[in-house]
């Protein structure tokens, strides 16, 4: 669940009816994303209480319009098509921590328009991934993962420089 508690105070009822909603659909995993500014101020304590737990944080990005320094990192970034769709579906999965059968709609996102998808590469083995969604001039960047061989080489950094500097993504 995404935005709870963000346009208008969440309801403490609400939490309730989506964890029964994922009950019925027999889906035991899933996430609740509260952002800082999300109200009421009891929100976290009532996930507490429904027995929901912080698990990892999440990041905000905001981008300035400025192209940002070059990201320092040895990987080869280059935008892909469904060429690499596995490679990306596999290296989100894990990153994210999703099942298998997610792999193939993530891997379908190499070819939807409004997605740019960005891949780091070492000695031409698939290591990192990122998606950038651009809209009406406004983008959101989401599946930002490394492969567990490649990490601290600068690949998140990596991911957000392509895309900034994207000719498909201009803000």
């Not at 669940?1 to 994922?22: C, R, S």
């Not at 990122?130 to 492969?147: E, H, I, M, P, R």
């Not at 950094?157 to 000719?167: D, I, N, Q, T, W």
Request: charge should be neutral; glycine fraction near 12%.
């Amino acid at each position: 669940m995404i935005g709870l508690g963000i346009k208008e105070p969440a309801v403490q009822d609400t939490i309730a009816t989506f964890k029964d909603l994922f009950a019925a659909a027999n889906n035991s995993r899933y996430f609740v994303h509260i952002h800082p500014d999300s109200q009421p101020e009891d929100l976290k304590s009532w996930l507490r209480e429904e027995g929901l737990t912080a698990h990892r944080c999440w990041i905000t990005f905001i981008h300035g319009g400025n192209l940002p320094p070059a990201s320092g990192s040895d990987l080869e970034v280059r935008q892909i098509g469904s060429e690499y769709g596995e490679d990306f579906g596999n290296i989100v999965a894990t990153g994210f921590d999703f099942k298998a059968p997610t792999v193939p709609a993530l891997a379908a996102l190499t070819d939807r328009l409004k997605w740019n998808i960005f891949m780091g590469f070492v000695d031409g083995q698939p290591a990192a991934t990122g998606a950038l969604f651009v809209d009406k001039g406004v983008g959101w960047c989401d599946f930002g993962a490394t492969s567990s061989n490649f990490r601290k080489r600068g690949g998140q950094r990596a991911m957000l420089h392509a895309g900034s500097k994207s000719p498909r993504s201009r803000l």
